[in-house]
C-alpha cells in the first residue's frame, strides 16, 4: 500500500527558482534570482568565518544579538521580531499558524509564488485579485476578503513586477480590513527604494493588532547562501511563531553574519547607490531596441516583449546560449515578460547587447 500525503500536497507546482548554469556558456552571467551584485559586506563574510571552529555548537535558538542588532538599526522593539531562515520560513509559519482547511490566503495576482503554494500545503484556499497596471489593488483585494480570509500578503515593492503601494494605500488598505485577517507586508526590497510616497511599514505594525512586516539579508545584504531573514509583528503573533517555528531555526554562523551586515550601514548605501545607476541606465538602454522596461522598485526589471510569449521565449534562449541567465515569467502569469536583475556594470551592458541582438534575430 502507497502511504499518500494529505488531500492538495500533491497538486502543488513545486517552487522552481532561478537558472544557475547555462551549459556550454565560457562565462555565467546570473540575472535571474534577484542577487546583490556587490556580494555581502567584507564584515559579514569575516563573522561568518569566524565561526568555524564552533560548528559543534548549537546556535542561540532565540537569536538574541541578531534581533538586537536589527533592533538597533531599524529602531524597533527587539522583542517584537522574529527570525527565520530566511522570509520564506516566515511566510510558511504564519500560513501554518493562521490558515487552514476552509480557510483563504489572499494576495496580489502577480505576487511572490509561496504565498499560494504555503497555503495549499495547509489545506488552505489561495485567493488571487487582479492587479491595476501590474500593481496591487487596494479595492480588488478588499473585495475578495471574506470571512474566511485569514492573511492577505502584499509584497512591498512587489517581485516580479517592481511596484508598491503608496503610504496613503496602504494604509487605506489595511483601514478596509477586518479584524480577523491578519495584513502581512512583505518588504524584502525595501531597501532600494527611494520614492517619498513609499511606506515605512513599522509604524503601521506598532499601531495595530494584525499587521506583520516581513523583512530578508538575501537582496540588499547579499546573504541569499545563508537563508535569514525576520520579521516585525504585534507581541501576541510574535508569541505564536516562537511556538511553531524550530528552536534552532537559524544558524549560529547566519546570526554572525546577519549581525555583521545590519551594522555595516556603508556596504548598504553602496548596493543602493549601484543599483539605482544601473537601474536606470539599463532600463533606458534596452527602451531603445524596442523593449518595454517597466518601473521597478527593485533590484531587478520587468521587461515586457512587443513580439508576446513567442518573442520573449525566443530572447530567453538566446541569451542563455550566451550564457545570459534571465528569468522567465510564465509561473507568474506574464509570459509575454522576462525579468532582469540589476547585476554588475559588466553584466549589464552585456545584457543590454545581448538583449538587443536576440529581439532583432527575434523580429526577423
Known amino acids: 500500500m502507497t502511504i499518500k500525503p494529505r488531500p492538495g500536497i500533491l497538486d502543488i507546482a513545486p517552487y522552481v527558482g532561478g537558472e544557475s548554469k547555462a551549459a556550454g556558456a565560457n562565462r555565467v552571467i546570473r540575472l535571474a534570482s534577484n542577487e546583490n551584485p556587490l556580494g555581502p559586506s567584507p564584515a559579514a563574510i569575516a563573522a561568518y568565518e569566524a565561526e568555524k571552529n564552533q560548528l559543534h555548537r548549537y546556535p542561540d535558538g532565540g537569536a538574541t544579538e541578531l534581533r538586537r542588532a536589527i533592533a ?10 522574529v527570525c527565520g531562515a530566511g522570509s520564506d520560513e516566515l ?23 509561496m504565498y499560494a503554494i504555503s497555503a495549499k500545503t495547509v489545506g488552505a484556499t489561495p485567493v488571487a485579485a487582479p492587479e491595476a497596471n501590474l500593481t496591487a489593488d487596494v479595492d480588488g483585494l478588499l473585495a475578495r476578503v471574506t470571512e474566511r480570509t485569514r492573511l492577505l500578503f502584499l509584497a512591498n515593492p512587489n ?23 491578519l495584513l502581512v507586508i512583505d518588504a524584502a526590497y525595501a531597501e532600494y527604494v527611494a520614492a517619498p510616497d513609499y511606506p515605512q511599514s513599522a509604524p503601521l505594525v506598532e499601531a495595530s493588532d494584525n499587521v506583520v512586516m516581513l523583512r530578508t539579508f538575501s537582496k540588499i545584504h547579499g546573504l541569499a547562501a545563508l537563508r535569514l531573514g525576520w520579521g ?64 521597478s522598485a527593485g533590484n531587478f526589471v520587468l521587461l515586457r516583449f512587443p513580439g508576446g510569449k513567442a518573442q520573449a521565449e525566443a530572447v530567453l534562449a538566446a541569451t542563455k546560449r550566451q550564457g545570459i541567465l534571465l528569468r522567465t515569467m510564465v509561473g507568474y502569469g506574464l509570459p509575454d515578460c522576462l525579468r532582469v536583475t540589476i547585476g554588475t556594470e559588466e553584466d549589464m551592458r552585456a545584457t543590454a547587447e545581448a538583449l538587443g541582438d536576440a529581439l532583432a534575430e527575434a523580429v526577423q
Open 159 to 181: 517581485n516580479p513586477t517592481g511596484s508598491y503601494l503608496s503610504e496613503s494605500a496602504l494604509r487605506r488598505l489595511h483601514k478596509g480590513l477586518p479584524d480577523h485577517v
Open 232 to 295: 516585525y509583528m504585534p507581541p501576541a503573533v510574535a508569541d505564536v511563531l516562537n511556538r511553531v517555528r524550530g528552536p534552532f531555526n537559524v544558524s549560529q554562523a547566519a546570526q554572525a553574519a546577519g549581525i555583521a551586515a545590519v551594522r555595516d550601514r556603508d556596504h548598504v548605501a553602496r548596493s543602493v547607490a549601484h543599483n539605482a545607476k544601473w537601474l536606470a541606465w539599463f532600463s533606458a538602454a534596452v527602451a531603445k531596441s524596442g523593449i518595454e522596461a517597466l518601473p
Open 72 to 81: 538597533e538599526a531599524e529602531s524597533l522593539d527587539a522583542a517584537n521580531i
Open 91 to 113: 511566510i510558511s509559519l504564519l500560513v501554518r499558524a493562521y490558515a487552514g482547511p476552509g480557510d483563504e490566503v489572499l494576495y496580489s495576482e502577480h505576487g511572490f509564488l
